[in-house]
């Protein structure tokens, strides 16, 4: 037990010799370390669930994810216990805000993007759901899409294809017509279209002609359409419309499943409005209300640490850093004084050394100088 609750005074920042001789603020900073602890905790499951969808599908994406959840629920926990840490009690209550501000910032960022994974985790099944329709319009739209700039590129083929569809139509209809009315003239039916005379004789004989001539414009025809609809159907391969279809329910799966942290975070968002635009106040509640709850965790540390009432570990340490601030200032006297009187004996120093090499040289000159 003394193990953890050393552990938990570590996370808080606090400074362990001087809150040992404190036992009311123990629990204080158990519970301010154990917040600050449990938050990078959350930071690395965070962190780690976005990493795991970056490399979702490489061999190694469960030891990436691994390795970054590490190290940012390392940074997490070492940028709170800095927040913490270096708030200090002394001061009015709005001076001590006024200083907590920047760090307040900073942990609602904190807490706002170690929310956004783990929200993406509880809501996965709503997300998957998301993304398989939006795959599924997206497939339609570029069918449509495909669809459209095919009739436009080859508007003209197509309607010479239908004129040709509409011939063969035609002329069938004809052809049948011609056929049943030769058979009335070749067995003497009397109509405003035969002659009533039977056998096969000249009005006969003219309906046959007319009725070949048809169905040689009706083969011409036929093979042409069927030329039209070979190069048409050759385009449509090329364009793609042939090999584009929509998405199979196992192919949706399958597509969410791999699907990346920027489709699932673009998944999220759309959650919270209907298929008609509007606002879905309660999906955006509950996810509102994640992200709220991690700001808070995040904010916690500080929030306690700014109601609570200045203990004695807060005077101790304020009493501590006083002294330590006296003594570096005392060591800096210390310093420029021993720096002065060092300077000041190397230049007298230099000054005798001088002197005597002056006197030595003057000495020297006079003794070789000749009055003749």
């Not at 069927?226 to 190069?231: H, I, K, N, R, V």
């Not at 489709?263 to 106040?281: H, P």
């Not at 700014?306 to 807060?314: A, I, T, V």
Request: contains cysteine; proline residues 2%.
């Amino acid at each position: 037990m003394k193990k953890v609750t050393r552990f938990f005074w570590f996370c808080s920042g606090a400074h362990i010799d001087t809150l040992k001789k404190y036992p009311i603020e123990h629990n204080k900073y158990v519970g301010i370390g154990a917040t600050i602890f449990f938050t990078a905790l959350f930071a690395a499951l965070s962190g780690g669930y976005a990493m795991y969808f970056v490399f979702n599908g490489d061999a190694f994406a469960v030891g990436f994810a691994i390795l970054f959840g590490l190290l940012w629920g390392t940074a997490i926990f070492n940028m709170d216990r800095y927040i913490v840490s270096s708030i200090n009690k002394e001061g009015t209550t709005n001076q001590q805000i006024l200083q907590a501000s920047p760090r307040i910032l900073l942990a609602i960022m904190i807490g706002i993007v170690i929310s956004r994974p783990l929200e993406l985790k509880i809501f996965d099944k709503e997300i998957r759901q998301k993304l398989k329709t939006a795959y599924l319009k997206g497939q339609r739209s570029k069918i449509d899409t495909l669809e459209k700039t095919y009739m436009q590129k080859y508007a003209m083929e197509l309607g010479k294809n239908t004129d040709l569809k509409k011939e063969k139509d035609s002329l069938e209809r004809d052809i049948n017509r011609s056929r049943y009315q030769l058979n009335q003239e070749v067995f003497g039916d009397k109509t405003n279209q035969t002659s009533g005379i039977t056998g096969y004789g000249t009005y006969a004989k003219q309906k046959q002609a007319i009725l070949e001539e048809k169905e040689a414009r009706l083969k011409s025809v036929t093979d042409n359409l069927g030329q039209m609809d070979q190069y048409l159907s050759a385009r449509k391969d090329y364009e793609g419309l042939n090999s584009t279809r929509l998405f199979t329910e196992h192919q949706l799966d399958s597509l969410a499943s791999i699907a990346g942290f920027s489709d699932r975070n673009w998944a999220l968002g759309q959650l919270t409005y209907t298929e008609n635009g509007k606002r879905d106040l309660d999906t955006y509640l509950a996810i509102s209300f994640i992200g709220y709850l991690f700001i808070l965790f995040e904010c916690l540390p500080v929030f306690v640490k700014l109601m609570s009432p200045k203990g004695p570990y807060d005077t101790a340490i304020a009493k501590t850093a006083e002294a330590n601030i006296h003594l570096a200032e005392r060591d800096k006297e210390r310093d420029i004084a021993v720096t002065d009187n060092i300077y000041d004996h190397n230049l007298d120093t230099d000054i005798e050394r001088r002197k005597k090499i002056i006197t030595s040289q003057s000495d020297y000159d006079f003794e070789r100088h000749s009055y003749e």
